[in-house]
């Protein structure tokens, strides 16, 4: 008697994923590696920026009073005390009447509340500046705390890494971040018919794609990949690679073997292990055999053979927890309006994950499916940059009916959004 499987929906099972407690560690990398990385501490302004009071143009420092009654037909003059540089700082003080020629960026003289830009001024002879308008206290300056606040928190513990966070970094001399540790993913292929990427095909055999567009997967949601290879169909085989896998590894993820077949082990393998399952069949399309286990802390995700439904089933269900454990507050993918860009007339009782393809129109997201779209589909995940989410129901889908959209390739993420 062949195993019947109750379905759960979609929401419940990713609820079921993300309650179990997930560890995180933390480690220092230098600030070079610290693209793409999770902080795992706030970063705070450890002083103001700018730290002083700046010139932001080329120009002359001046004390305000002194340029008041200077006008196109009452020139007055300053005697030019010295030139500060970027770097450098006034070595005397600008008394009445002069001023110190002053770079871009460079520290504003004590005395001084104003800047000239070089274009408004002449040099009547060497050593003096001529204005010919009034300028008032705190024009042209860039004051000392404009940009950040010290103490202030800039970024939250848990946001991405992106080129300005390293601008931060740097400005508040962090050479060595605190991040969280990515998690190890060992990725386990199951099924005789594999090949390896190298092989020449055979009769009956496929080669393992899943194993390698697993991996990207896993390295886009900012993880660790271990490839543990491929397993032939043999209970014995998949029980012990699988218990030795989960020594070297933070989550496992096998692709094959979790649906009702013959040489589908998988589910031998969890009730061996005394594993929990957590579930065996989700009420959605592809990935409705997906199944995740849990065995002493740690998740063994039994993602589907077939291409389509183990690409669907990681991003749903695996890249959350990845996510948690990098200390990401929003783990799951974030969900959008769009505009469905084609016709999808095959109805299903289970909610569909359609492999998408997203365009801008007039400012509106718009979906299409991105081609030959069966559980066992290949030739449709490179265009996929989404996943279009049609309701289970009795009824197809036309172009533009208002579908959600669940994106791929983006930084951002968002709370439960199922
Ligand atoms: N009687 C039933 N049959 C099936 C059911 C069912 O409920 N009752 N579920 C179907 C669904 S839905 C799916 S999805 C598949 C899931 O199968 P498995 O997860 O057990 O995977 P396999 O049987 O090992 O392989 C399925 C398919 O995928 C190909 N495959 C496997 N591994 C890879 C790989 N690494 N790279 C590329 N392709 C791979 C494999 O050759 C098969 O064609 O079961 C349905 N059957
Ligand atoms: O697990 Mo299947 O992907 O629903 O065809
Ligand atoms: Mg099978």
């Given at each position: 008697?062949?195993?019947?499987?109750?379905p759960?929906?979609?929401?419940?099972?990713?609820?079921?994923?993300?309650?179990?407690?997930?560890?995180?560690?933390?480690?220092?990398?230098?600030?070079?590696?610290?693209?793409?990385?999770?902080?795992?501490e706030?970063l705070?302004?450890t002083?103001?920026?700018p730290?002083?009071?700046?010139?932001?143009?080329?120009?002359?420092?001046?004390?305000?009073?002194?340029?008041?009654?200077?006008?196109?037909?009452?020139?007055?003059?300053?005697?030019?005390?010295e030139?500060?540089?970027?770097?450098?700082?006034?070595?005397?003080p600008?008394?009445?009447?002069?001023?110190?020629?002053?770079?871009?960026?460079?520290?504003?003289?004590?005395?001084?509340?104003?800047?000239?830009?070089?274009?408004?001024?002449?040099?009547?002879?060497?050593?003096?500046?001529?204005?010919?308008?009034?300028?008032?206290?705190?024009?042209?300056i860039?004051?000392?705390?404009?940009?950040?606040?010290?103490?202030?928190?800039l970024?939250?513990?848990?946001?991405?890494?992106?080129?300005?966070?390293?601008?931060?970094l740097?400005?508040?001399?962090?050479?060595?971040?605190t991040?969280?540790?990515k998690?190890?993913?060992?990725?386990?292929?199951?099924?005789?018919?594999?090949?390896?990427?190298?092989?020449?095909?055979?009769?009956?055999?496929?080669?393992?794609?899943?194993?390698?567009?697993?991996?990207a997967?896993?390295?886009?949601?900012?993880?660790?990949?271990k490839?543990?290879?491929?397993?032939?169909d043999?209970?014995?085989?998949?029980?012990?690679?699988?218990?030795?896998?989960?020594?070297e590894?933070?989550?496992?993820?096998?692709?094959?073997?979790?649906?009702?077949?013959?040489?589908?082990?998988?589910?031998?393998?969890?009730k061996?292990?005394?594993?929990?399952?957590l579930?065996?069949?989700?009420?959605?399309?592809?990935?409705?055999?997906?199944?995740?286990?849990h065995?002493?802390?740690?998740?063994?995700?039994?993602?589907s053979?077939?291409?389509?439904?183990?690409?669907?089933?990681?991003?749903?269900f695996?890249?959350?927890?990845i996510?948690?454990m990098?200390?990401?507050?929003?783990?799951?993918l974030?969900?959008?309006?769009?505009?469905?860009?084609?016709?999808?007339?095959?109805?299903?009782?289970?909610?569909?994950f359609?492999?998408?393809?997203?365009?801008?129109?007039?400012?509106?997201?718009?979906a299409s499916?991105?081609?030959?779209?069966?559980?066992?589909?290949?030739?449709?995940?490179?265009?996929?940059?989404?996943?279009?989410?049609?309701?289970?129901?009795?009824?197809?889908?036309?172009?533009?009916?208002?579908?959600?959209?669940?994106?791929?390739?983006?930084?951002?993420?968002?709370?439960?959004?199922?």
């Amino acid at each position: 008697m062949v195993e019947q499987r109750k379905p759960i929906p979609v929401a419940e099972a990713v609820q079921r994923v993300i309650d179990k407690q997930v560890f995180s560690k933390t480690e220092k990398v230098h600030i070079e590696k610290a693209l793409g990385r999770r902080l795992a501490e706030d970063l705070v302004a450890t002083h103001a920026v700018p730290p002083f009071d700046r010139s932001p143009y080329d120009g002359f420092a001046v004390r305000s009073a002194d340029t008041k009654k200077a006008s196109r037909e009452n020139p007055v003059d300053f005697n030019v005390t010295e030139t500060i540089g970027a770097g450098a700082v006034q070595s005397m003080p600008v008394g009445a009447f002069e001023a110190a020629r002053i770079m871009t960026g460079a520290m504003m003289p004590a005395e001084c509340d104003a800047v000239v830009m070089l274009e408004l001024t002449s040099e009547p002879e060497p050593g003096v500046m001529r204005l010919k308008r009034a300028f008032n206290k705190g024009d042209n300056i860039s004051f000392k705390g404009e940009d950040a606040v010290e103490g202030t928190v800039l970024v939250e513990k848990g946001t991405l890494i992106n080129p300005g966070t390293i601008a931060l970094l740097a400005t508040f001399g962090y050479e060595y971040i605190t991040v969280a540790v990515k998690p190890v993913v060992g990725l386990l292929a199951t099924g005789s018919e594999l090949l390896e990427v190298g092989e020449p095909l055979e009769p009956g055999k496929i080669r393992n794609s899943n194993a390698l567009m697993a991996a990207a997967q896993i390295e886009r949601a900012g993880a660790e990949v271990k490839m543990l290879g491929k397993l032939s169909d043999d209970l014995e085989a998949c029980y012990e690679s699988v218990r030795k896998a989960m020594q070297e590894v933070d989550i496992l993820i096998t692709t094959g073997g979790v649906s009702v077949g013959d040489f589908d082990f998988l589910p031998e393998v969890y009730k061996r292990l005394e594993a929990e399952v957590l579930f065996n069949k989700v009420a959605m399309r592809p990935g409705s055999v997906t199944t995740v286990a849990h065995k002493d802390g740690q998740f063994l995700f039994g993602l589907s053979g077939n291409p389509s439904a183990c690409y669907v089933g990681f991003e749903l269900f695996t890249r959350p927890v990845i996510q948690q454990m990098l200390g990401n507050p929003k783990p799951h993918l974030p969900l959008e309006d769009a505009v469905l860009g084609a016709d999808f007339t095959k109805p299903n009782p289970f909610t569909r994950f359609v492999r998408g393809t997203l365009a801008i129109r007039n400012g509106q997201l718009e979906a299409s499916p991105s081609g030959f779209n069966k559980s066992s589909a290949v030739s449709s995940l490179a265009a996929t940059n989404c996943l279009i989410v049609l309701p289970g129901g009795t009824r197809g889908f036309t172009a533009g009916d208002h579908v959600k959209v669940a994106l791929l390739e983006t930084a951002e993420s968002s709370e439960m959004p199922w």
